[in-house]
Structures are given as structure tokens and as C-alpha cells.
């Protein structure tokens, strides 16, 4: 397996749902072939804020980005960033947000849907704005990058469980139904991914309380799961809890690129989880 890496960012899974609920992905960790361990969010709980953090590896109060409502973009290092500074071709298929932190802000609904200039932070893009836009289609958008543009670097973030847990809250059949359905999806991605060489991450920027919100201090809203699937990764069921904030230089380590100046470095409870070398 390369240093290549495929991000899954499932907006607003918690992570005992995922546990229940992800069968095909707890089957590779029972398989010895995935890595899983949990992570509490930074606060605020809140998706733009919490993208950042998971790609820039760097808090609220230190990047300004505190808020749904920020709408500007980032001025941190990024994956994104790193990436290209380091040769590495990256793209994502994510919700528009994403582009406005490090492409483009305000989103552009007419031009920016798909990007594709080696210049911009994010070299390749396909971006959506409805949040109920089909998981299956998001995924199949990534694929369809990963296809044709060959990236070192994916990142795939999906909206539909969020989506869903706002309607229905988080202990309903529906919020349930479609972490099961991105599950299926991605039991047949990830053979795919796995025989061409890239490693695979899967996480949540957050979690989801039973009245469908977000925001708070809860573990339901803050706890959400990491599975990794990686030779650089010790495959097994890790019992401490990491820190969000660690995300972003532990992807620098798995894409085996130096880490930017703000990013934490990883204390010997994360170190633990990497195979020697």
C-alpha cells in the first residue's frame, strides 16, 4: 500500500450509531483489516467550523472560522495546502462549504460545481448545495475523480445522515437507515480502493443528539468514530479517545508529508496506534 489516501467524512454520524450500524466496516476491523478508535469533536459541535479543524488541525479560537455563518475562507494550512506544496495531486467531492474555506468564497453556484485548475488549493472539485443531495451520487462523484485524475489525496464528504438527524433526530429508523446505506456504498468502494493501493480513513466532523441538534458539550454530538484502513496502522480496537485536533497530523503522517507549523504534534497514545517502520 502507497502513502495515496481517500478521506470520508460522513457529516454528523455519531459514533455508537456507527458502531451499530456500520456492518461491513466493523467486519474489516473484526478481519484484522481496519483500524478503529474514537474521537471527540472540538467545539463548537458545528460542521464549517469543525471542517476546518479536521483539515487544518487547528481550533475556532485560533482560526476564526466559529461559526455555520463564517463565510470566508481559510487562512490556515491545510491537507489541501500541504498536498500540492508537496507535488501531490489532491481533489474533493464535498459540500460547498468546503470550497468556500479553501478555494473560493462566496461559493459561485453557476461556475464553482466543478473545479479543475492544478493551481487552486483544491486542484480538483465537484461540489454540491443541497444536503439531501444522494450520498450514492457523492460517492460515485469521488469515484469518478478518483478515475480520471489519479489523486494522491480524496476527500469525500457527505451530508445525507446529517441531513437525516436534523428531520428525524438521532434515534430514529431514518437517521439509522442511512448510516446503513452509506455503508453499503462504500462495501463496494473500498475493495476497489484497497486494490489500488490507497489507504482509507472514515470519520464524522460530528454527532447528532436524539432532538436531531448540534452545537453542545454532549457525547452525542461530540463522539464520532475513526476506522483506518492502512499498513502504516496498527489493526485493532483502540480504547482511548483522540482529540479532533489531532486529525489533521496524524492524515500528514499516513500521507507521509511533513505536518504544518500549527498542527499539534502526536502524543505517544496516537503514536501507539502506527506500526513501527
Given at each position: 500500500?502507497?502513502?495515496?489516501?481517500?478521506?470520508?467524512m460522513v457529516?454528523?454520524?455519531?459514533?455508537?450509531?456507527?458502531?451499530?450500524?456500520?456492518?461491513?466496516?466493523?467486519?474489516?476491523?473484526?478481519?484484522?483489516?481496519?483500524?478503529?478508535?474514537?474521537?471527540?469533536?472540538?467545539?463548537?459541535?458545528?460542521?464549517?467550523?469543525?471542517?476546518?479543524?479536521?483539515?487544518?488541525?487547528?481550533?475556532?479560537?485560533?482560526?476564526?472560522?466559529?461559526?455555520?455563518?463564517?463565510?470566508?475562507?481559510?487562512?490556515?494550512?491545510?491537507?489541501?495546502?500541504?498536498?500540492?506544496?508537496?507535488?501531490?495531486?489532491?481533489?474533493?467531492?464535498?459540500?460547498?462549504?468546503?470550497?468556500?474555506?479553501?478555494?473560493?468564497?462566496?461559493?459561485?453556484?453557476?461556475?464553482?460545481?466543478?473545479?479543475?485548475?492544478?493551481?487552486?488549493?483544491i486542484q480538483?472539485?465537484?461540489?454540491?448545495?443541497?444536503?439531501?443531495?444522494?450520498?450514492?451520487?457523492?460517492?460515485?462523484?469521488?469515484?469518478?475523480?478518483?478515475?480520471?485524475?489519479?489523486?494522491?489525496?480524496?476527500?469525500?464528504?457527505?451530508?445525507?445522515?446529517?441531513?437525516?438527524?436534523?428531520?428525524?433526530g438521532s434515534?430514529?429508523?431514518?437517521?439509522?437507515?442511512?448510516?446503513?446505506?452509506?455503508?453499503?456504498?462504500?462495501?463496494?468502494?473500498?475493495?476497489?480502493?484497497?486494490?489500488?493501493?490507497?489507504?482509507?480513513?472514515?470519520?464524522?466532523?460530528?454527532?447528532?443528539?436524539?432532538?436531531?441538534?448540534?452545537?453542545?458539550?454532549?457525547?452525542?454530538?461530540?463522539?464520532?468514530?475513526?476506522?483506518?484502513?492502512?499498513?502504516?496502522?496498527?489493526?485493532?480496537?483502540?480504547?482511548?479517545?483522540?482529540?479532533?485536533?489531532?486529525?489533521?497530523?496524524?492524515?500528514?503522517?499516513?500521507?507521509?508529508?511533513?505536518?504544518?507549523?500549527?498542527?499539534?504534534?502526536?502524543?505517544?497514545?496516537?503514536?501507539?496506534?502506527?506500526?513501527?517502520?
Amino acid at each position: 500500500m502507497s502513502n495515496k489516501l481517500i478521506i470520508v467524512m460522513v457529516d454528523g454520524m455519531r459514533d455508537d450509531m456507527a458502531r451499530d450500524s456500520l456492518g461491513y466496516i466493523e467486519h474489516l476491523v473484526d478481519s484484522g483489516l481496519a483500524a478503529r478508535t474514537t474521537v471527540k469533536s472540538e467545539l463548537p459541535s458545528l460542521s464549517r467550523p469543525l471542517y476546518e479543524v479536521l483539515l487544518t488541525g487547528t481550533p475556532s479560537s485560533e482560526n476564526g472560522i466559529t461559526a455555520n455563518s463564517s463565510v470566508r475562507m481559510s487562512g490556515q494550512e491545510s491537507l489541501f495546502h500541504l498536498t500540492k506544496e508537496n507535488g501531490m495531486v489532491n481533489a474533493s467531492a464535498s459540500y460547498y462549504w468546503v470550497s468556500e474555506l479553501y478555494n473560493r468564497a462566496p461559493f459561485d453556484f453557476q461556475h464553482d460545481r466543478e473545479q479543475k485548475n492544478p493551481e487552486n488549493t483544491i486542484q480538483h472539485g465537484k461540489f454540491y448545495w443541497e444536503d439531501d443531495y444522494p450520498d450514492s451520487h457523492l460517492l460515485m462523484d469521488g469515484e469518478i475523480l478518483r478515475q480520471q485524475e489519479n489523486p494522491d489525496f480524496l476527500y469525500i464528504h457527505s451530508m445525507n445522515v446529517d441531513d437525516t438527524g436534523h428531520k428525524f433526530g438521532s434515534n430514529s429508523k431514518e437517521y439509522r437507515n442511512k448510516i446503513l446505506r452509506m455503508d453499503n456504498y462504500l462495501s463496494e468502494l473500498i475493495p476497489l480502493w484497497r486494490k489500488d493501493g490507497y489507504q482509507i480513513v472514515i470519520t464524522a466532523d460530528h454527532g447528532m443528539s436524539e432532538w436531531g441538534l448540534h452545537g453542545g458539550t454532549t457525547d452525542e454530538e461530540r463522539m464520532v468514530p475513526l476506522y483506518i484502513i492502512s499498513e502504516s496502522v496498527k489493526k485493532s480496537r483502540f480504547e482511548s479517545v483522540m482529540p479532533q485536533i489531532l486529525f489533521a497530523p496524524l492524515m500528514c503522517r499516513l500521507l507521509e508529508i511533513p505536518k504544518s507549523a500549527k498542527m499539534k504534534k502526536l502524543p505517544e497514545s496516537v503514536m501507539s496506534m502506527l506500526e513501527k517502520k
